[in-house]
């Protein structure tokens, strides 16, 4: 049906940055919100920042001003720009989006299958 697949994680020093991606792919309509998700060792998944079809976002405190979340909608894309990365920031990041999609007509929330960010010297 919809797959959302993301990219971009990695290992980075202190300080570093990466860019994430997450393509969505499948019998999608049009998209609405999509966000950005994180999961460290044994704490709770927790949003990281989101946005809207029309590009309104919100970030959560602890990522304002280091983190950029954007998208391309002729894409089906979000990206999340992380800068100024700290050890604390090291997690699984998971994408997520608001789909609406057809064959079978639907509408519903997905999620891909996350993506490793490690921040250490």
């Known amino acids: 049906q919809v797959q959302l697949v993301e990219s971009g994680g990695g290992l980075v020093q202190p300080g570093g940055s990466l860019r994430l991606s997450c393509a969505a792919s499948g019998r999608i309509l049009s998209i609405n919100a999509m966000g950005w998700y994180r999961q460290a060792p044994g704490k709770q998944r927790e949003l990281v920042a989101g946005?809207?079809?029309?590009?309104?976002?919100n970030y959560a405190d602890f990522v304002k001003g280091r983190h950029t979340i954007s998208r391309d909608n002729a894409k089906n894309t979000v990206y999340l720009q992380m800068n100024s990365l700290k050890p604390e920031d090291t997690a699984v990041y998971y994408c997520?989006?608001?789909?609406?999609?057809?064959?079978?007509w639907g509408r519903g929330t997905y999620w891909g299958q996350g993506t490793q960010v490690t921040v250490s010297s």
């Open positions: 946005i809207t079809r029309d590009g309104t976002t």
């Open positions: 997520n989006a608001d789909v609406v999609h057809i064959s079978p």
